[in-house]
């Protein structure tokens, strides 16, 4: 029975967690302090995730309990940018005045992930810091063009959300809040009709003179999101990007590149796939 609950077969419960000793900081320098301080530490803030690891086997000696700082549960509407504390749950973030007044689409978009259960207990900050491709924070947040505020032992970090997915953010780093930029005019679509097998996010926005510009996420269960500009360059208007969805849907999915591939599907499917996606959301969106 030892070596099952080892596997990570069993689900735990408090009876099969193994000890650990808990911290409470009073502060995010302090909280990166301590993890870069001890062997094997752990933050907890919803416990979802880290329940997860523990159920595949991974256990910590320390866990650093951020419940208490309150401020990274904050939701701020800056002038050029929408702030996010990492400890936001998805249920609160969705359903939050500021977020559904700075960005409508993102905020519906976050309300359809997950389920209920998860929605009420999971935060943005436990999803992104999980890395798994499976999740469907990064995908949103990669076509919003967010980027991820850190907290570390050497002092503040920032990172696009892209290269945190490709190279993880330092040891002991702390998630503190995720900065989303409020773009002139900026609109979000997010279509997960294909899920588990694939899922993807549009944002557009009044570009330079103000013309369409746009950018589009794919991700699918087994690989990070990709992000592909949308070239609407000869377009004056989102009405003209609407009655040429297709067309451009088209167009852009030829620059995915030719390793963007899993085991289940093929580069060539998601290609075709990716097209036909983004010529919904250009026509729900583009209006």
Request: with cysteine.
């Amino acid at each position: 029975m030892k070596l099952v609950e080892s596997a990570g077969l069993i689900a735990t419960s408090f009876r099969s967690l193994p000890p650990f000793e808990l911290h409470r900081p009073a502060g995010a320098e302090a909280a990166a302090r301590l993890a870069a301080s001890l062997p094997r530490s752990a933050y907890f803030a919803g416990g979802t995730d880290l329940v997860a690891q523990y159920n595949e086997g991974w256990s910590a000696d320390h866990v650093i309990d951020l419940s208490r700082l309150k401020f990274l549960r904050r939701i701020e509407r800056q002038c050029d940018a929408l702030l996010i504390g990492a400890l936001v749950t998805h249920w609160n973030g969705a359903r939050s005045r500021k977020v559904r007044g700075a960005l409508p689409g993102f905020a519906a978009a976050w309300a359809r992930i997950a389920n209920v259960r998860v929605r009420m207990a999971a935060t943005l900050g436990g999803n992104l810091m999980a890395r798994r491709t499976r999740y469907e924070s990064p995908v949103l947040l990669s076509a919003a063009g967010a980027t991820l505020e850190f907290v570390t032992a050497a002092g503040p970090l920032s990172m696009p959300v892209s290269a945190f997915l490709a190279s993880g953010a330092p040891a002991s780093a702390l998630l503190e809040s995720v900065r989303i930029p409020l773009l002139p005019g900026m609109r979000f679509d997010y279509e997960r009709s294909p899920r588990p097998i694939a899922t993807q996010a549009l944002a557009l926005w009044a570009g330079d003179e103000g013309r369409p510009a746009g950018r589009v996420a794919l991700a699918t269960e087994h690989v990070f999101p990709r992000v592909l500009d949308l070239d609407l360059s000869g377009y004056a208007s989102l009405a003209e990007v609407r009655g040429d969805a297709h067309t451009i849907a088209a167009r852009s999915f030829e620059a995915l590149p030719a390793d963007f591939a899993d085991p289940v599907t093929g580069n060539a499917w998601l290609r075709r796939a990716g097209a036909v996606l983004l010529s919904r959301q250009l026509k729900r969106t583009a209006w």
